[in-house]
């Protein structure tokens, strides 16, 4: 059976609704009507109740017909849904919780993918807009001096998607007792000798180090280093989830578990509470960790949807991703080097070093010494 | 009668003021003069034998002088007072007055070794000299006066004899020009090192994605507590190292000027 699909419609001219990151609200794409996320909020619970009722009479109406076992083995890991806009019959993958029909445009939200014990905790809405995204991408490519010239003016952009990416946030505490070897120095002379006085000392350090809401992406299409690069988020406008916030935009539920997600944040936890005990070590020269005990005491497990745009360019034939933070504008993605460039420039400026230094005399006292001492 | 003693007296007086003068340019003088009394009368008379035959076979003085305080026959640096002391003495050999001059001065162990001269200079060069005391430095720290000279002799007869052959001890890299090969080398070694960390500080910046080792960002704020701050002192550890207190100066005057160093014994 297809999966019912909740379409925002303007409540004016029916038209679908869009999530405006400018605004915090809804906007219609045909009368430009505006509305708040409470006011599409109240409005889709009264129609959700008249759609049950409606479904309700119909089922014992008719025969049940459609069976996901027809697609075989792949109907485990897709989903079919009809477009509440056009009726298309659509497939996409059982983790897409919101997405728009390829055949109308119109955006969709499966509310199944989020009810229910699937529900997100939070959502961070969108703040930053398509344009910002392709803005952010385009300084991104400045001073860039190894960017190959063609990459900048032949490739061309993909993909620009923003995604609503599900991410468990871990808070946890990490409990330390860390034992250093720490020294201090201090130089005097004596007569023909200089003497280094080091005083040695026992240092401990234990305590109880808090942490909120550690964020690590629950979806396994994501990578991993993207979602970690395009860190912080600033947690201040976390909302309560919405399915409002949600059209306009791709968005995906778990399919890594908290469980499974658990041993990352507990890495970062472990590595940062060392960190923190470390830095309250001042006042010595050399400071060498001889003893670590650390607990990670593990907190609450939320589930989150967070704001991130996909940028995807195409140039040689191969595929380049960026991500975008959909809060903070912060862009991440890895460059292409002209690596024919690089060894010139590696080249010339070897040459002209090279040049100053042989005038400075430098390696004439360096090749002096070394045949002095093995001439 | 009076005219003639006038003329009597200003005579014994030119005498008396060329004669040391004379004595110098005929080789009548002192190659060991031990004030500081390290020697016994033997010890300084076969020394200055030594030191005699070898000056004046190569036609370069090499002299020792010993004192006890330098700065009671010059103010300044023990070096300053060897070229003082080089030139009230009138030492050297020669129409340039080639030589070496050792001086001791006991009140703080401090020495100077100098050498004068187009031909001082050449035979006994900065290398030469820093051969010349790793010889007879040991010896004198142990406070073996005798053996100590004769191995500052004997050394600088080496020196002396090898110059006298065309080949003055130097260096072995004192020939290296600004454009020898070696230089060249190094130059394209260390240019092309400048430029890899230069290439590889742009190249980074075309990477920004990571994988994130902590979670700092995330630490509550004023969440830290410690229960327990312990700095316990243990113990105390110390090493010294001697001071190389040695100097190297030379004065201008062309290659006829001094060259030498200094230092502690």
């Known amino acids: 059976m297809a999966t019912k699909t909740t379409n925002f419609q303007c409540p004016a001219c029916t038209g679908p609704l869009h999530f405006d990151s400018g605004t915090g609200g809804l906007l219609c794409d045909y009368c430009g009507s505006r509305y708040t996320v409470e006011e599409i909020e109240a409005q889709f619970s009264q129609q959700e109740k008249k759609t049950e009722q409606e479904t309700a009479q119909k089922t014992q109406r008719t025969w049940e017909t459609e069976r996901m076992g027809e697609w075989g083995p792949d109907a485990d890991r897709m989903l079919v849904y009809t477009c509440s806009s056009c009726g298309a019959e659509l497939l996409c993958e059982k983790t897409t919780a919101a997405t728009s029909c390829p055949y109308c445009g119109n955006p969709t939200v499966v509310p199944n993918q989020l009810s229910g014990a699937l529900k997100p905790d939070y959502i961070i809405p969108f703040q930053q807009d398509r344009a910002a995204a392709m803005a952010a991408l385009k300084k991104h490519y400045q001073k860039k001096f190894f960017l190959p010239k063609a990459f900048t003016e032949q490739n061309h952009l993909e993909k620009l998607q923003g995604v609503y990416v599900p991410f468990w946030l871990f808070d946890g505490t990490g409990d330390a007792d860390i034992r250093f070897h720490a020294t201090r120095s201090h130089f005097y002379r004596s007569g023909n000798y200089e003497v280094t006085e080091t005083d040695h000392f026992s240092v401990r350090r234990a305590g109880t180090v808090p942490f909120s809401r550690v964020p690590v992406d629950g979806s396994s299409k994501m990578p991993d280093d993207y979602m970690d690069s395009i860190e912080p988020f600033r947690y201040e406008a976390l909302r309560a989830f919405s399915m409002a916030y949600l059209p306009g935009f791709l968005a995906d539920k778990y399919d890594v578990t908290a469980q499974e997600s658990a041993q990352r944040a507990r890495q970062r936890l472990l590595h940062s509470t060392k960190e923190v005990m470390r830095e309250d070590v001042r006042g010595y020269e050399t400071v060498t960790p001889t003893s670590t005990q650390v607990e990670i005491v593990p907190g609450a497990v939320h589930y989150a949807l967070l704001p991130v745009w996909m940028l995807t360019t195409k140039w040689n034939g191969k595929t380049f991703l960026f991500a975008m933070n959909g809060q903070t504008g912060r862009l991440v993605g890895d460059l292409p080097v002209d690596w024919r460039k690089f060894w010139l420039t590696f080249g010339m400026m070897a040459a002209l070093f090279g040049v100053i230094l042989l005038l400075s005399g430098l390696p004439q006292w360096i090749a002096r010494a070394i045949l002095t001492l093995f001439g | ?265």
Not at chain 2, 90 to 95: D, I, P, Q, S, T
């Open chain 2, 1 to 265: 009668m009076k005219k003639w003693t006038v003329c009597l007296l200003i005579l014994c007086l030119g005498i008396f003021c060329l004669a040391p003068a004379c004595a110098a340019g005929t080789g009548e003088q002192h190659y060991i003069t031990d004030e500081a009394g390290l020697l016994q009368d033997s010890q300084r008379l076969e020394l200055e034998r030594q030191a005699k035959d070898i000056s004046q076979r190569y036609g370069c003085g090499v002299y020792l002088v010993t004192v006890g305080d330098y700065t009671d026959t010059a103010p300044g640096s023990v070096y300053d007072c060897a070229r003082v002391i080089y030139t009230q003495k009138n030492l050297g050999l020669g129409a340039e007055q080639n030589g070496l001059l050792l001086l001791l001065s006991m009140e703080d162990r401090d020495y100077s070794l100098i050498s004068h001269g187009t031909a001082g200079n050449a035979a006994f060069t900065d290398y030469g000299k820093d051969v010349l005391t790793d010889a007879f430095l040991p010896a004198l720290a142990d406070n073996d006066w005798y053996e100590g000279f004769q191995l500052y002799l004997e050394q600088s007869e080496t020196l002396l004899a090898q110059a006298a052959a065309g080949h003055p001890v130097d260096a072995p890299g004192q020939n290296v020009g600004r454009f020898h090969p070696l230089a060249i080398l190094f130059s394209l070694v260390l240019g092309s090192g400048v430029a890899a960390i230069v290439c590889l500080i742009l190249k980074g910046s075309m990477k920004s994605v990571r994988e994130a080792a902590g979670a700092s960002a995330y630490l509550e704020p004023d969440g830290v507590q410690f229960t327990i701050r312990q700095d316990h002192f243990t113990h105390r550890t110390q090493t010294r190292r001697k001071i190389e207190t040695e100097v190297k100066s030379s004065s201008s005057g062309g290659s006829g000027g001094f060259s030498g160093k200094s230092g502690k014994f």
